[in-house]
């Protein structure tokens, strides 16, 4: 569990640490990406589907936290913080620029 963080930079170490797997990050990637599809079939095609966006998200993450990486998702804690730094590390990951954010966190 997460001690009380007041700084979203020392959240952000924080979230990539809970993050040390690369099958784990594989997952929270899937999700978003799941999550992202919703979004744009529920906008494009069926608005109905906008409701299937956290499941897709949060079921992949989820899976790779009590499953690969034995840990507590950090949504249950700091849960905005959480989602900015999903999407931020999935983001970061799709431009290359993961590698250096990884290394500042101390993960290999």
């Not at 009380?4 to 930079?9: D, F, G, R, S």
């Not at 959480?82 to 290359?96: H, V």
Request: hydrophobic letters at 45%.
């Amino acid at each position: 569990m997460a001690r009380n963080l007041t700084t979203y930079p020392a959240f952000w170490s924080y979230y990539l640490k809970e993050h040390r797997k690369p099958s784990t990050r594989a997952l929270h990637y899937l999700g978003s990406t799941a999550a992202l599809g919703c979004l744009v079939a529920g906008v494009a095609v069926e608005p109905g589907l906008l409701f299937f966006i956290p499941l897709a998200g949060y079921s992949f993450a989820w899976i790779g936290h009590f499953f690969v990486e034995k840990n507590r998702p950090a949504t249950f804690t700091y849960p905005w913080w959480s989602l900015i730094s999903d999407f931020r590390m999935f983001g970061l990951w799709i431009t290359g620029r993961l590698g250096p954010h990884l290394k500042r966190a101390g993960i290999t």
